[in-house]
Structures are given as structure tokens and as C-alpha cells.
């Protein structure tokens, strides 16, 4: 079985007011942020709480993620900081690298228990619903942030419950945010890029 995903960041201000967001449908979501941060830090944020919480199921996880930073910061970059400890070519340090290097930890985790990470390159704003509602979660934490309010953090990953439509996060689902809706025309350019082999 294999959980589809997106997950995004968003800052108002880079850095500035800051959030995250990923999910999977309205019962599977979650967001958060900082009142300071890039956007940077809320993308690789959103595709490490998303590993974090399905850690301990047994699925594969498929995430659409518009940033080629996060993409190409843990499967192209990731294996040559390691090899200089954590460091660039031009030995300068990784930005962002505490969020780097757990995001990595648990993809080697993964790969040791056969299960797969891949994530999909999708355009922002360019129709992919998945990609849309992390979007939308990340800008609402984000301008919660701004105003100085903490964000729904969303029910997670956890199984569906009975009655969970019932629940303030189901009435609040991600596509009842407030914000405006920022996507543009349908249909969206995809490249897959697996972290790791079958």
C-alpha cells in the first residue's frame, strides 16, 4: 500500500512569518509553523513531520513536493554532505541542516525496513489537488502566525475515525481555509524521483 502525500512551506516574508503544511485527504492532515522562518525551512518541516508520523505504519509514502530545494537537498545533495560531515563542496556549512539530516535518518530507516520514500516534483499552483491543500495549510499557519495565533495543528496521520467529521479539524478541513485561493490553470507538470531503489 502506498500513502499519497503533498507537502509545502510557506513564509510571508523570507524569512518572516512561517508555516507548513502536508496532507493526504480531509480526515489526513496536519500544519504548522514559527513566527520567524523561510521558506525553506517550512518545506523540508512539512516532508519530516510527514515521515514522522507514518514512521511506524507499513505503507510506502509518495509525496508531491513543489520545491526542487527539498527534492534535491535528500537525494542529490544529502550523500555528498555526509561523506564531508554535513558540509557543501565548497565547504561552506548546510543551511537548514537539522531538518536535513533527520529527514535522512528517517528515509535510512525506511530503506533498512523495504519501505519506499519517493517524492514527485509537481509545479506550484498548477492544479495538483494534493500539492493545492498543503499549500493552503502551510499559508493559513503561516498568516496565523503573522497574527499571532497558533495554527490547527490537524488530526495527523491517524487512522479515520468514526464520527471524526463531527471533530473541529473535519469542520476545519484544509479546504475551508480562509485565505485566498492561489492556484492557477488545471493540470500539472510531474517528474517522480525515487530516493531509493525497489
Not at 516574508?13 to 489526513?28: F, L
Not at 517550512?42 to 507499513?58: C, F, I, P, V, Y
Not at 530545494?69 to 537548514?96: F, M, Q
Request: charged share 25%; hydrophobic share 35%; aromatic share 6%.
Amino acid at each position: 500500500m502506498v500513502i499519497e502525500a503533498a507537502a509545502d512551506g510557506s513564509s510571508l516574508g523570507n524569512p518572516g512569518p512561517a508555516g507548513w503544511g502536508w496532507y493526504v485527504d480531509e480526515q489526513r492532515w496536519a500544519c504548522g509553523g514559527w513566527p520567524r522562518g523561510t521558506n525553506n525551512m517550512g518545506e523540508l518541516m512539512a516532508l519530516l513531520d510527514l515521515l514522522r508520523q507514518s514512521e511506524t505504519g507499513t505503507e510506502d509514502l509518495r509525496v508531491h513536493c513543489d520545491s526542487r530545494y527539498v527534492i534535491d537537498s535528500v537525494t542529490k545533495w544529502a550523500p555528498g554532505w555526509k561523506r564531508r560531515g554535513w558540509r557543501k563542496a565548497d565547504g561552506k556549512p548546510v543551511l537548514n541542516l537539522e531538518l536535513i539530516q533527520s529527514i535522512d535518518e528517517l528515509i535510512q530507516a525506511r530503506k533498512a525496513a523495504g519501505r519506499r520514500v519517493e517524492l514527485i516534483w509537481v509545479k506550484g499552483h498548477a492544479g495538483d489537488p494534493l500539492n493545492e491543500a498543503a499549500d493552503r495549510l502551510a499559508n493559513r499557519a503561516a498568516l496565523a502566525y503573522q497574527a499571532g495565533r497558533v495554527p490547527d495543528p490537524g488530526p495527523g496521520l491517524a487512522a479515520p475515525r468514526p464520527g471524526l467529521s463531527d471533530s473541529p479539524q473535519a469542520r476545519e478541513s484544509p479546504d475551508s481555509s480562509d485565505s485566498a485561493d492561489s492556484s492557477g490553470p488545471a493540470g500539472s507538470s510531474a517528474v517522480q524521483q525515487p530516493l531509493f531503489g525497489d
